[in-house]
């Protein structure tokens, strides 16, 4: 089961629909994209300046805007999101990878379920993410802030990265990493109190628990908090 919509200015909603081996694809102009408990093989989905909405579970979900937001739930296998400057908000399960990419917006990720691997990027937005990583999770702004609320187990890999932009990092307790943080020519605050911490002018090192996991913060002229 195939279907293709291509519509230019109107908008397009699908709900209720359930297929093992079914693709969607869809496409507007200036319309809003909807999608309402949809469980499907591959969805693909493309507007200008529409927005995109969807409440799905799918194998591979790929989203592209230009001017449109981005608002996704519900759980994704593989997932690739882009938007010019349009905003992404996620709140999901992610069993596979998850890339999300934004020129001038931002991206906020609440994850459900960290099973999957994440890799968020930003040039001039910020990067809010929530939850608990057992993979690998990268993100990098040029310009933005980045925001993290997270749980780092024994399995993860998390890299932070921002040039110009401050890093705000919560680390809940129940994380198990060794931790690194290195900012440049900007200042590091840690209100924790770490295993084996080594202090300099610009770095900081330690770990929480067990140090399995790894957590790097590296910015080039922001600060960092930890806490």
């Known amino acids: ?58 194998e591979s979900l790929k989203v592209t805007t230009q001017s449109g937001n981005i608002n996704l739930a519900g759980s994704i296998y593989k997932g690739q999101l882009k938007s010019a400057s349009g905003q992404i908000t996620i709140s999901a399960s992610i069993f596979d990878r998850l890339m999300a990419e934004s020129s001038s917006s ?20 910020d990067i809010e993410l929530s939850g608990e990583l057992h993979k690998e999770g990268i993100l990098n702004s040029a310009s933005g802030d980045l925001q993290c609320d997270i749980i780092v187990r024994p399995s993860a890999s998390v890299n932070l990265t921002s040039h110009s932009g401050d890093i705000d990092l919560i680390l809940r307790p129940e994380s198990q ?51």
């Open 177 to 227: 990493c060794s931790i690194e943080l290195e900012a440049r020519t900007g200042d590091i605050e840690s209100r924790m109190d770490l295993e084996a911490q080594n202090v300099s002018e610009h770095r900081l090192k330690g770990k929480k628990g067990s140090g399995e996991g790894v957590l790097k913060a590296q910015t080039q002229s922001g600060d960092i908090l930890l806490s």
């Open 1 to 58: 089961l195939d279907l293709l919509l291509d519509a230019e200015k109107h908008d397009i909603s699908l709900s209720q629909w359930s297929h093992t081996q079914g693709q969607v694809h869809l496409r507007s102009g200036s319309g809003n994209l909807s999608l309402q408990n949809v469980a499907l093989k591959a969805i693909d989905l493309e507007t200008q300046s529409g927005n995109v909405s969807a409440e799905q579970a799918s």
């Open 106 to 125: 931002d991206i906020e990720l609440q994850l459900l379920d960290g099973q999957g691997s994440l890799e968020l990027s930003t040039r001039s937005g």
